[in-house]
């Protein structure tokens, strides 16, 4: 391969449910290469998974990955706890560290929202599942009232749901919060999650109130409406279920369905994150340069 179609090259820092769909969505990007699978448990699951799928896998975590060699991108697909150890380890490399973990660390990203501000940082956080699905939703709103109150309810299946999502649900729902608050400038938020065991399994749903008194009704649905048709680029199982705007009070309910093939189709949660996480690595600068 010539020096200009070099691909972009990344390692995957974690092989449970979001680092083995994160492989599947990378080996078919024209743009990326995937190197590495990292995980901690020469045992696992996932490692096992990413090796059948004919990817270099290594165990001990990140220092087998500083070992393999430089690349490009790392997703960070592990657990929040372990994120600014990663970063530690990364910053004086030159590898651009995508934070799929809820931490609050790195520059927030939003791909439809503020996506041109990513290849100005190398240390990218992109909020959370629930984050990608509601924050183009409530900018789009934002930008016609100023929010008193803006409360997100998120509905995931329990099977969707891997161990280290389900040790990071405080982190979850602060950095959530947090992302939200820096977006549309509301002065309260309020964020729940609910994990349900239901059969057949749910898709992934997330319900939206703003309490705006100055809320101007006319443009609000077609700014939703747009919103949703951006994210459909990376994720196109995005759908407004409904918009519904009267006295002062916005409710807006979006599902995600999942398209990869690997992932069952209530897995939105997991396919909305790892497109935008996609999606970011294949505007690295290194891609766009050639």
Known sequence: MAADERRTSVAVLGAGLIGIDLIDKIRHSKNLDLHLVVGRNRE?????????????????????????????VVFDASNADSHADHWAALRETGTTLIDLTPTQLGTVIVPTVNGGQASAHRHVNLVSCGGQAAIPVLDAVAQHCTPAYIEVVSTG?????????????????????????????????????????????????????????????????AAVASAAEEVRAFAPGFAVNSVEVKDGRISVAVEVTAASGRLPRYAGNLDIINGAAVLLAEQHPGALSR
């Open 44 to 72: 696992s699951l996932g490692l096992a998974r990413a090796a059948d799928m004919g990817c270099a896998t290594a165990c001990d975590g990140i220092a087998a990955l500083l070992e393999s060699g430089p690349v490009d």
């Open 157 to 221: 299946a329990s099977a969707s749901a891997g161990r280290a999502t389900r040790l990071n649900l405080d982190q979850y729902i602060a950095t959530t919060q947090a992302a939200i608050r820096s977006f549309t400038h509301a002065h309260e938020v309020k964020v729940m999650v609910n994990l349900s065991p239901a059969r057949p399994a749910p898709p992934f749903r997330v319900v939206m109130t703003v309490l705006a008194p100055d809320l101007c009704p006319g443009p609000v649905s």
